[in-house]
């Protein structure tokens, strides 16, 4: 069977290795557990904490042995130290993308984080139409949107990957066995994996899809109608943390 293997949540079973598959995989990987918080204050592109750091290597050490390509990374510091072990162990180089960063906040740099707190309580409160405007201040909805899709869609033939058809969404295989690793963030990886699947977006991509910091989720294409959907074959998958690891 293709795909990440099952495992007791607990912890202490030896993470069993990735399957090898003869098709196209992205594996959707969130970065580690990241200091938002110092001092009472919200501190802007923080670094990974000391049990984000533990998240990440215990990730490079479950992919280590498997077949990844290429490992693309957001240009933000919780993603690029996540990152970093996961390359090294790979012995490739991780390319670094713009597109891939979270959606961007406003400048909270010392902000205390109950007002932090308090302004995101207010925004889901607000009516749809402008919830996708996003936070005052910060990138709206609209344009993270279509930030990431453009991006991907730049980039997705590099992996043997072109569109055959928007609505439903249906692509063409050109190269079957490409393997990413992309290394970026809840919201990132939400609207990536529902534009791949076909779903219509939302403001709200980081709840339809909430994954576990250092999780994985695998897409993988499967063939229909003369040309390839694909499918959301594992999601949020923290087999490799065990149970003081697993944090979202």
Do not use: K
């Amino acid at each position: 069977m293709a795909g990440l293997p099952p495992r007791d949540r607990g912890g202490g079973e030896a993470p069993r290795r990735l399957v090898c598959c003869d098709a196209v995989e992205v594996l959707l990987i969130r970065h580690g557990e990241p200091g938002w918080v110092r001092e009472g204050r919200s501190v802007d592109d923080p670094p990974l904490t000391h049990r984000g750091r533990r998240q990440a290597d215990a990730l490079a050490d479950r992919l280590a042995a498997e077949a990844v390509d290429e490992v693309w990374v957001s240009p933000l510091r919780r993603a690029q130290e996540t990152a970093a072990p996961l390359a090294e162990r790979l012995g490739l180089e991780a390319r670094t993308f713009e597109w891939l960063a979270e959606i961007g906040a406003p400048r909270w740099d010392g902000t205390p984080v109950e007002v932090v707190e308090r302004v995101f309580a207010e925004t889901w409160t607000r009516p749809l139409d402008e919830l996708w405007d996003g936070l005052p201040g910060g990138e709206s909805f609209h344009d993270f949107h279509r930030r990431v899709v453009d991006g991907l869609r730049a980039h997705i033939d590099g992996l043997g990957i072109v569109t055959a058809s928007e609505d439903p969404r249906l692509w063409n295989l050109v190269d079957p066995e490409r393997r990413v690793a992309v290394v970026a963030h809840g919201g990132t990886n939400a609207t990536l994996i529902a534009h791949l699947l076909g779903i219509p977006p939302v403001p709200w991509e980081w709840e339809r899809f909430v994954s576990y910091h250092a999780s994985i989720s695998v897409v993988r294409p499967f063939a229909v109608a003369g040309c390839h959907a694909f499918t959301l074959l594992r999601f949020s998958d923290v087999a490799h943390l065990a149970s003081e690891l697993q944090t979202r």
